[in-house]
C-alpha cells in the first residue's frame, strides 16, 4: 500500500468508486481519411506490456475496479496486423482483468466479423466497447444513415449482451444549429448510452504547435456545451467522476500519463513529463496526482463562486487549463 495519505486524499474529494481506464497507443495505418484526425497512424506502440500488467495489477490490488482498457489510435478493422497485438501474453492477460476492451472503427467497410468471434471466444469474461467514428462529409446522406444503424443493429443482434456502442466524433471543427441537431440525432439513434463520445486527437500530435492545439481545444467547447445542454434534459450532465474516482491512463511512447478531465466528461491528454508516473505502481500514481495538485488552481476570477468549482478541481481540468493556457470551459470559444 501507498505511504501517501491515500485515505486523506479520497476523503478531501469524495468517496470514489475506483473505477479506471487505460489506453493504449499500439495499432498503426488507417485509410479512413476521418475529418479532424490528427492522430499519428504509424510507429504506435507500447513499449512494456509488462507496465500495462503491473499497474493492472496493483490498481486492482487497491481496490480499482478495472473498466475499459481502449487500444488506440486507428481503426481496428483497418488491417490484419493489427490483430497481432492480442498474441503478446501480458497484454492479454492485462485485457482479462478489464470488463470491457475498447475499439474504434468508421464502420465504413463493415465489421471482421471472424476478428470479432475470435476475440469473444478467447475473451469470454470480456465485453467490447466500441466506438463508431461518424464520417462527417456524409452526415446528411440518408443513404450513410441507412448503412450505418444497420451496421449497428447487425452488431447488437449478432453479440448481444457483449458490445457496448456508442458514436463518436472528431473535435476541431465549428458546427452550425442544423449540424448540432444532426449530430445529437446520430447519437439518439445511434449511441447506446444517447452519447457522443469526443476525440482530442490534436492532443496526441506533438508535431503541431503547442498553440494550435490549445486553439483547437479551445474551439470544441461550445460543441461540448451543446451536448451537455442535451444530456441535461434527461440526466444530470455533470458527474462525480474525478480523477480519484475514475483516473484515465495513457500508455504512449514508453510513458505513462495521467490524464485530466474536461467537464463534462472527457479526458485532455497532456503530454508533458509533469503528467507522467515514474512507475506502473499506485504509489506513481498517487504521487503524479499530489504534484499536479499545485497547478490545480482557478483561472478565472469568477471561479471562486462558481458552484462547478469542485467539479473542475476534482477532476483536474485547471491542471489541463494551465498547461494550454485556457480559461473557463464556459466562456471559451
Known amino acids: 500500500m501507498s505511504a501517501l495519505p491515500a485515505p486523506q486524499l479520497y476523503g478531501k474529494y469524495g468517496d470514489p468508486f475506483r473505477l479506471v481506464e487505460f489506453r493504449?497507443?499500439?495499432f498503426n495505418e488507417c485509410g479512413g481519411g476521418c475529418?479532424?484526425?490528427?492522430?499519428?497512424?504509424?510507429?504506435?506502440?507500447?513499449?512494456?506490456?509488462?507496465?500495462?500488467?503491473?499497474?493492472?495489477?496493483?490498481?486492482?490490488?487497491?481496490g480499482?475496479?478495472?473498466?475499459?482498457?481502449?487500444?488506440?489510435?486507428?481503426?481496428?478493422?483497418?488491417?490484419?496486423f493489427n490483430y497481432d497485438i492480442f498474441r503478446d501474453e501480458k497484454l492479454r492477460e492485462s485485457l482479462r482483468s478489464f470488463r470491457?476492451?475498447?475499439?474504434?472503427?468508421?464502420?465504413?467497410?463493415?465489421?471482421?466479423?471472424?476478428?470479432?468471434?475470435?476475440?469473444?471466444?478467447?475473451f469470454p469474461g470480456q465485453?467490447?466497447?466500441?466506438?463508431?467514428?461518424?464520417?462527417?462529409?456524409?452526415?446528411e446522406d440518408p443513404a450513410y444513415e441507412s448503412f450505418l444503424l444497420a451496421q449497428l443493429r447487425e452488431l447488437r443482434t449478432r453479440y448481444a449482451g457483449r458490445i457496448q456502442i456508442n458514436l463518436a466524433l472528431n473535435t476541431g471543427a465549428k458546427h452550425s444549429e442544423r449540424e448540432l441537431g444532426t449530430l445529437a440525432g446520430f447519437a439518439e439513434r445511434g449511441s447506446d448510452d444517447r452519447i457522443l463520445e469526443l476525440n482530442f486527437t490534436y492532443l496526441f500530435n506533438a508535431k503541431l504547435p503547442k498553440a494550435t492545439r490549445?486553439?483547437?481545444?479551445?474551439?470544441?467547447?461550445?460543441?461540448?456545451?451543446?451536448?451537455?445542454?442535451?444530456?441535461?434534459?434527461?440526466?444530470?450532465?455533470?458527474?462525480?467522476?474525478?480523477?480519484?474516482?475514475?483516473?484515465?491512463?495513457?500508455?504512449?511512447?514508453?510513458?505513462?500519463?495521467l490524464t485530466p478531465i474536461l467537464p463534462f466528461d472527457e479526458y485532455l491528454?497532456?503530454?508533458?513529463?509533469?503528467?507522467?508516473?515514474?512507475?506502473?505502481?499506485?504509489?506513481?500514481?498517487?504521487?503524479?496526482?499530489?504534484r499536479l495538485q499545485a497547478e490545480n488552481l482557478p483561472v478565472d476570477d469568477d471561479c471562486e463562486n462558481c458552484p462547478e468549482l469542485r467539479h473542475c478541481q476534482g477532476k483536474g481540468y485547471f491542471m489541463a487549463a494551465h498547461h494550454y493556457g485556457l480559461g473557463c470551459h464556459h466562456k471559451e470559444s
Do not use: W
Open 64 to 80: 480499482f475496479q478495472l473498466e475499459t482498457c481502449y487500444l488506440l489510435p486507428t481503426d481496428v478493422f483497418e488491417n490484419d
Open 214 to 257: 490549445r486553439d483547437l481545444l479551445r474551439g470544441s467547447f461550445p460543441l461540448v456545451r451543446f451536448l451537455r445542454a442535451e444530456m441535461s434534459r434527461r440526466e444530470p450532465a455533470l458527474t462525480e467522476r474525478t480523477l480519484l474516482r475514475k483516473p484515465s491512463f495513457v500508455f504512449k511512447d514508453g510513458r505513462i500519463f
Open 35 to 62: 475529418a479532424h484526425c490528427y492522430y499519428r497512424k504509424t510507429d504506435n506502440r507500447v513499449e512494456r506490456y509488462d507496465d500495462v500488467l503491473a499497474l493492472a495489477t496493483d490498481l486492482r490490488a487497491n
Open 127 to 139: 465485453g467490447i466497447e466500441l466506438h463508431v467514428n461518424l464520417i462527417e462529409a456524409r452526415l
Open 269 to 290: 491528454f497532456v503530454d508533458d513529463p509533469a503528467f507522467t508516473l515514474s512507475a506502473p505502481s499506485f504509489d506513481a500514481y498517487l504521487s503524479t496526482y499530489a
Open 100 to 122: 470491457y476492451v475498447g475499439l474504434a472503427s468508421t464502420l465504413r467497410e463493415g465489421y471482421d466479423a471472424r476478428f470479432l468471434d475470435s476475440f469473444f471466444a478467447d
Open 24 to 26: 493504449l497507443f499500439s
